[in-house]
């Protein structure tokens, strides 16, 4: 970062890495519109990868190459671009910045090993990469942070690092410091004065990029006192992060402290996630090799991120839970690796892009998958062994092959038909089972059905492959609804998982409206008879039965209790009327919704010698429960919902307010952390199905919630009686 160096250009091109050190794993992350994307592109150029801005050499797009990226005109998935930098392989994790595909985001965050935050000049920091970025800082993930759309008209680069030290420095903003200012070019008719290069603040020197090449020169005198205070503060940052006080001593004794020493704490800080430098970057002009910091920032990642082998591997276990040593990044180690990303490529079928912790993958050989069991999101179980395919290192549309993957490496590993995201891949002979890694509940619902016949018998299958891939995904087959619902982040979300349907599995699916699982109960004592007499030759049909039918306290179920007395039914059929009691329980007395919570007491009934049976008996039964419930009051119970709601504090008036008005009850609030605080309500689940959507846009994509069943309670008489209208209507 602060001395020269000879930069390998075309040389560098991603292949097998020999050793854990010699690899750089780097998440970007940032909102969408930020640049991460064409930042990926202008580095791999300056690398050689590309030979020109966003084309591999076989004429293919870099990155954002699916076609629902290509229509949708933004990332939807994560996107791994290896490059060589000067002997050091850089896997660049390019994440998407839209909140609905967070998923993404936090297997980036999984498979890399520090993070670089992509902000734009233009726009700022907003909440989610504030977010994100304090994620990153409970985790101890070293950070760096890059500056782009310094093109922008209202771009300042100064205001801009002022607002990353204050708004993500925290408590200590001289943590977040410019390690380059702009160099900034005669204004134009417009006022605003481009970008042709960076001055250095530790070497005080200038890389002008006007040519298109990097070209270093000294400083012109005029240039100095511009770099004078900026430089004095990033020095006292980095030695008061080395936590060296003699140093510090000499410094304000007014001693020189010697570039090489500045250089070496400043990289010690960096891959230790106690400073966090800022660097602006530019994509490279047409014809240009190298934009605008792309050489710098190369040389901050190879030089100052840690390697694998300096980051703690997550925790792991027998599959059965117990407890084992925690691993090391060692190729010669046993072997540990993670499935971070499922996909579906046309040609090749399955893809499962793995980052390996311990040991060493190779072709071809059998290895233990090892799954977490989230039957609740609709993935299966499973703890298999299998044979995997092929190794390769993605590069746009293109696969490379691979003939290892080492610990510390990420590579794609074709033809793992049972391993889905967040599998652990181990030893056959000795399987292991990672620590899962965080994952955010889908709290948007959308019912759908299949559009014809021939898209219902493929319906199954498509959508069992569609939450392999996505983690973040939930399959729910309502049994009270009988819909099948998708439960998604958001409704981009949503439009990206029925293309995928559509485009990658041929099954088109239309939506319908998302019902609630509604249930009845009675509102006051009322009694029923049920009488079943039919006579048409030979045996005929008896049964009658009177039934006494009052309410109970929520959760009770169904209740059955025989009084009868001197057998005026029959013994053998008092179960026949308690079956069919709870039959037409199942099947709703008044809006065709289940009745629960009522106690059902057999009190009398007549019986014949020989037309009474079984099936007698249950009709009488139902008819029983019908006529009670014609002449009582039917309430229409709803599930209520607990909800958690964390936003900024700016935002806790207006969140409180949109729960009152969604029937909810607030019943209490919390700090939660820095500027953060915790609203606790109780909320109708028929007034949240769209809360995922509706409170990004209220709290400006900082909120979020969570939501647990908490109990049925009657629906007001109003709701009730509009809702019975509506189903009238539709019917």
């Known amino acids: 970062m602060g001395e020269k160096r000879t930069h390998p250009g075309a040389a560098g091109r991603a292949t097998s890495a020999d050793q854990p050190t010699s690899l750089r794993n780097v998440v970007l992350v940032g909102h969408s519109g930020a640049g991460k994307t064409t930042l990926v592109e202008a580095l791999a150029l300056a690398t050689g990868a590309v030979n020109r801005a966003g084309r591999v050499e076989d004429g293919g797009c870099l990155s954002d190459y699916d076609e629902i990226e290509h229509r949708q005109q933004r990332s939807v998935q994560l996107s791994l671009v290896p490059v060589d930098w000067g002997g050091i392989k850089i896997n660049l994790l390019d994440t998407p910045g839209y909140a609905d595909f967070v998923g993404e985001l936090r297997a980036g965050l999984r498979a890399a090993d520090a993070a670089l935050f992509v902000v734009s000049a233009a726009d700022g920091v907003d909440g989610a990469t504030r977010m994100v970025w304090d994620e990153c800082a409970a985790v101890g993930m070293p950070r760096a942070l890059v500056v782009t759309h310094l093109e922008a008209a209202r771009a300042d680069f100064d205001q801009m690092t002022r607002l990353c030290g204050t708004t993500l420095g925290g408590d200590d903003p001289d943590a977040v410091l410019p390690l380059y200012l702009p160099l900034y070019g005669a204004a134009g008719a417009d006022g605003h004065a481009p970008v042709h290069g960076l ?23 005029d240039e100095l006192p511009l770099i004078e205070e900026a430089r004095n503060r990033l020095i006292e940052g980095i030695i008061a992060e080395s936590e060296d006080e003699s140093l510090m001593d000499r410094y304000l004794a007014g001693e020189d402290i010697d570039l090489k020493t500045l250089v070496g704490d400043l990289e010690t800080a960096v891959a230790r996630g106690t400073f966090h430098p800022v660097l602006a970057a530019a994509p490279a002009a047409e014809g240009a090799r190298q934009g605008l910091g792309t050489i710098e920032l190369l040389d901050l990642i190879a030089r100052g991120f840690p390697t694998p082998a300096e980051r703690e591997a997550p925790a792991v276990t027998t599959p059965d839970g117990k407890p084992r040593p925690a691993l090391t990044c060692d190729p010669a180690g046993p072997l540990v690796a993670e499935v971070v990303k499922t996909s579906s490529d046309p040609y090749v079928g ?21 799954g977490h069991g989230l039957t609740d999101r609709g993935h299966e179980d499973h703890d298999v062994d299998e044979r995997i395919g092929a190794l390769s290192a993605p590069f746009g549309k293109t696969q490379r092959s691979l003939t290892r993957a080492i610990a510390g490496d990420l590579a794609c590993v074709a033809k793992l038909t049972r391993a889905e995201t967040g599998d652990t891949l181990s030893d056959k002979d000795a399987p292991l089972l990672m620590e899962p890694w965080s994952m955010p509940d889908p709290l948007l619902p959308v019912a759908i059905q299949a559009h014809s016949k021939a898209d219902e018998d493929k319906l199954s299958q498509g959508l069992s492959r569609l939450v392999a891939e996505d983690p973040t995904m939930r399959l729910e087959h309502n049994q009270g609804t009988h819909q099948v619902v998708l439960w998604c982040l958001g409704e981009a979300h949503v439009d990206v998982a029925l293309e995928r349907l559509r485009s990658r599995y041929g099954v088109q699916v239309d939506t319908v409206p998302y019902k609630v699982p509604l249930r009845e109960t009675f509102g006051d004592k009322a009694a029923g008879r049920g009488r079943h007499v039919k006579q048409s030759g030979g045996h005929g049909q008896y049964a009658i039965c009177e039934i006494e039918v009052e309410p109970l306290p929520g959760g009770s179920g169904i209740e059955f209790v025989d009084k009868v007395v001197g057998g005026a039914v029959p013994r053998q059929f008092i179960p026949s009327v308690e079956k069919g009691v709870r039959a037409q329980a199942a099947r709703g007395v008044a809006a065709g919704y289940p009745l629960v919570d009522v106690r059902v007491t057999l009190l009398d009934g007549k019986a014949h010698s020989v037309d009474s049976s079984d099936a007698a008996f249950q009709t009488a039964g139902a008819l029983a429960l019908r006529e009670a419930a014609s002449d009582a009051r039917i309430h229409l119970l709803e599930p209520v919902a607990e909800v958690t709601v964390l936003v900024a504090d700016e935002y806790v008036g207006a969140a409180m307010s949109d729960l009152s008005g969604r029937r909810g009850r607030v019943v209490g609030t919390e700090q939660a952390g820095h500027g953060r605080t915790l609203v606790r309500a109780e909320v109708p689940e028929i007034e949240i199905s769209r809360y995922a959507v509706d409170l990004r846009s209220l709290s400006h994509g900082t909120g979020r919630f969570h939501r647990s069943y908490a109990r049925h309670e009657p629906m007001p008489p109003q709701l009730a009686a509009r809702l019975r209208e509506q189903e009238d209507e539709g019917s």
């Not at 002008?208 to 000294?218: F, L, M």
């Not at 399955?350 to 090892?370: A, I, K, N, Q």
């Open 350 to 370: 399955r893809l499962s892009l793995v980052r390996v912790f311990s040991g060493t993958l190779r072709p071809d050989e059998t290895v233990h998958v090892s």
């Open 199 to 221: 001055i250095g603040l530790l070497t005080q020197r200038v890389f002008d990029y006007s040519s298109g090449e990097r070209v270093e020169r000294a400083p012109e005198a």
